[in-house]
């Protein structure tokens, strides 16, 4: 894709331009599909779709470097210490696979104010069944996440076939579920979760080999797909997009998860009789659901379905896509996410409170969300969205900590970023109207 | 393929009404592989409650359906476009955050397993649209909302011709396009039907009709006034069929006309 003028045909659009390499192809329809790039053209390519409000991760990736350079120029050595990146991929899990679901909802123009409180009722049961029942670590986890997409389902049918706003339904729910874990904990108190495995997850790490041996795997892998995929459209005559581009975005992907692999597999233990690195458990969890969404969404008919509906949900309609079917499940997926997130965060406190997932958590993933990329007006998202996001607003929790901001600084601030991303996305989408996007 | 044979589709009798009002009554309707027919008619004649009807939304009360000869009931969406029946209303319907070739599949996405099968999709998408001349596409993966308002119709027509239809209806697609693209979704109606489909075109526009169309019928209040060869008759002819249901010795008989209303 390039200069996109909307109206103008085939042949005056390569003309504005201005490449020999359009003018060779004016003997064919679809020029934009065949044209050889060289570095040029992609740069003027990516430039021109940032312009037309295409930004894709470049704000989140923007705000991300630019916070951690913040906080390595104001606290270097708590904030770069090797301790506190190990405790800051760990802070950002529950948020980040929060959000994860919330993309799903979210992509529906729809909305879900009940995820982070569902996500503390499902944390509740789990430990629940771990410490009072005694259950296997593995049936308490199911049934957090059954309990999850059965809230899930309800909502959603209630959104899908009666029609009732998700705003309203959801901050019901939202309601509702703090006293269903009120009822379930006793007021004030908390259950431990005693229970090795749940530990674990945000507790303890991975081998270092294993850290370096998945980082490695998945770099090529990634690069591999990239790579393989644009040979084949090539070779099939299919739009493929330049060769700088995909190299680029496989080299920034290999990097941040080798980079990742070191900073977190060095040895961070406060003494030296002792050694401790790796890779919290709890990050491969994430990653795992990272590649599965972005399968289901990027890779399957229901993903596309998913966007089909957030776009033009009657076009969807007449497609033959049962829309309904489609609403009710995004809300499952959402609530399921929202269940691991749950135990994520439960492993994390080791034990499960009253106010489990309230406060601010939803607002944070939905603001993880938003700032990860995902429009809040439907119908665009990934996500990766989720990941981004969800280390931005973790950046920013942690590093105002370790600057010792006083809690209303920290309310205030969060709160400034959220409204930032979503003015982004705003003006993202008027761009993106007038430029006919 | 072109040839003006048995029709495709033929209606025989057709009645429908909303509760007490009679929308169409006793209406013939035929139209052949290759041929342009024009559905013209005043607001509220019924053209739309007709086409309707053919793609199976509103069931039909009495009369008979025949598909390529054969007598059929269409009691649904999913039977019209099983015997090969695509409808372009006049909204469109495209997803603005999808692209060309996904919103032509969308519904019937191609899979290779549980994976879509992107490529092939792709390449049926290109070829379609090869086979209309559409030559204003930079990249049928362009996002539809980046397509001008002549496209977005090129798109929508291009979708309905994908799926081997026989017959294709548009509903008033020149409606809300300029002069330029006009004339570039009034080529693409030409070459539906020059590759072999049968077009059903409504609309209000005298030029239209007479640019594309082989055959008029014109609907006088729910009712046949006139199926036509364009040849056979002028614009006034086709106006005053329009507007009065008959115009010299053609159209529904003086006392007809006037106890419709
Ligand atoms: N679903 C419906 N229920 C009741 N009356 C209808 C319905 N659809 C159409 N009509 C009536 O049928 C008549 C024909 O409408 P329509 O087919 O939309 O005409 P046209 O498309 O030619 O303008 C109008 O009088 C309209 O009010
Ligand atoms: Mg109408």
Redesign the pocket.
């Known amino acids: 894709m390039s200069t996109d003028i909307p109206g103008k045909s085939l042949a005056a659009g390569g003309a504005a331009d201005g490449g020999e390499a359009a003018m060779a192809l004016s003997d064919g329809d679809f020029a934009a599909d065949r044209r050889e790039h060289d570095m040029r053209s992609a740069l003027r390519d990516y430039r021109d779709r940032i312009r037309s409000g295409e930004l894709g991760a470049l704000p989140a990736v923007l705000g991300l470097i630019s916070l951690v350079a913040l906080f390595a120029a104001l606290k270097p050595d708590t904030f770069l210490s090797k301790g506190n990146m190990a405790n800051l991929s760990v802070q950002a899990l529950p948020i980040t696979i929060l959000a994860m679901g919330l993309v799903f909802v979210l992509l529906l123009g729809e909305i879900d104010l009940s995820a982070g409180v569902a996500s503390g009722l499902c944390a509740a049961v789990l430990a629940k069944l771990v410490t009072d029942a005694g259950q296997p670590w593995y049936v308490a986890a199911i049934s957090a996440v059954a309990i999850g997409i059965v809230i899930g389902t309800t909502i959603g049918w209630l959104v899908s076939v009666l029609r009732i706003p998700s705003f309203v339904v959801t901050l019901a729910f939202f309601l509702g579920l703090q006293g269903v874990t009120l009822k379930l904990i006793g007021q004030g108190g908390t259950v431990p979760v005693r229970d090795d495995v749940v530990y674990a997850l945000a507790n303890k790490n991975m081998p270092v080999w294993l850290g370096w041996v998945l980082a490695a795997g998945c770099a090529a892998a990634y690069t591999a797909t990239q790579v393989l995929r644009r040979r084949r459209q090539r070779v099939r005559g299919l739009h493929s997009r330049p060769l700088e581009f995909v190299l680029a975005q496989s080299a920034v992907v290999s990097a941040a998860l080798l980079v990742s692999a070191y900073v977190l597999n060095l040895d961070r233990a406060p003494s030296p009789l002792i050694t401790l690195g790796g890779i919290p458990w709890g990050v491969l969890l994430a990653g795992v659901l990272l590649v599965v969404c972005s399968f289901v969404l990027g890779r399957t008919a229901y993903g596309r379905h998913i966007y089909a509906v957030g776009g033009n949900a009657e076009a969807a309609r007449r497609a033959g896509i049962n829309v309904t079917r489609i609403r009710i499940s995004v809300f499952m997926i959402g609530s399921g996410l929202a269940a691991i997130s749950g135990i994520v965060a439960a492993s994390r406190l080791s034990s499960v409170a009253t106010d489990a997932g309230g406060g601010n958590t939803l607002l944070y993933a939905v603001g993880a969300a938003v700032i990860g990329g995902t429009s809040l007006f439907g119908g665009r998202g990934k996500a990766r969205d989720a990941v981004l996001g969800g280390l931005v607003i973790a950046l920013i929790a942690n590093g105002l900590g370790l600057l010792g901001t006083s809690a209303y600084l920290s309310y205030l601030i969060t709160g400034l970023v959220l409204l930032l991303a979503a003015s982004i996305d705003a003006l993202a989408r008027r761009r993106r109207s007038t430029a006919g996007r | 393929m072109a040839e003006n044979g048995d029709p495709v589709l033929r209606l025989i009798g057709l009645n429908k009404s ?2 007490a ?1 009679h ?1 169409l009554r006793d209406v013939d309707f035929a139209v052949r592989l290759g041929e342009v027919m024009a559905l013209v ?1 005043d ?8 086409i309707k009807c053919i793609a199976g939304i509103h069931p039909i009360d009495s009369g008979r359906i025949e598909f390529d000869g054969r007598p059929v009931s269409i009691d649904g969406p999913r039977a019209a476009s099983a015997l090969g029946i695509e409808v372009v209303y006049q909204d469109l319907a495209l997803a603005d955050n999808l692209d060309i070739v996904q919103n032509m599949f969308l519904g019937r996405e191609r899979r290779k397993g549980i994976v879509l099968d992107e490529a092939s999709m792709e390449e049926a998408a290109r070829r379609t649209l090869a086979r209309l001349s559409v030559r204003t596409v930079r990249s049928v993966r362009q996002r539809v909302a980046s397509l001008s308002g002549g496209q977005r119709q090129t798109v929508a027509i291009a979708k309905a011709a994908l799926w081997e239809s026989k017959l294709v209806i548009l509903d008033e697609p020149t409606a809300a396009l300029g002069v330029a693209q006009t004339r570039q979704v009034l080529d693409l109606v030409r070459r539906l039907a020059d590759t072999g489909h049968a077009v059903v075109l409504i609309s209000h526009n005298m030029n239209d009709v007479f640019e594309v169309a082989d055959r008029v019928t014109a ?1 006088y209040l ?1 009712r046949v006034a006139a199926d036509v060869a364009r040849a056979d008759v002028t614009r006034g002819q086709v106006v005053e069929l329009i507007t009065a249901g008959r115009s010299g010795d053609l159209g529904l008989a003086p006392r007809t006309a006037a106890e419709s209303i």
């Open positions: 909303f509760g009002v929308v008619g607001n509220g004649a019924g053209k739309s409650t007709l609907l729910g």
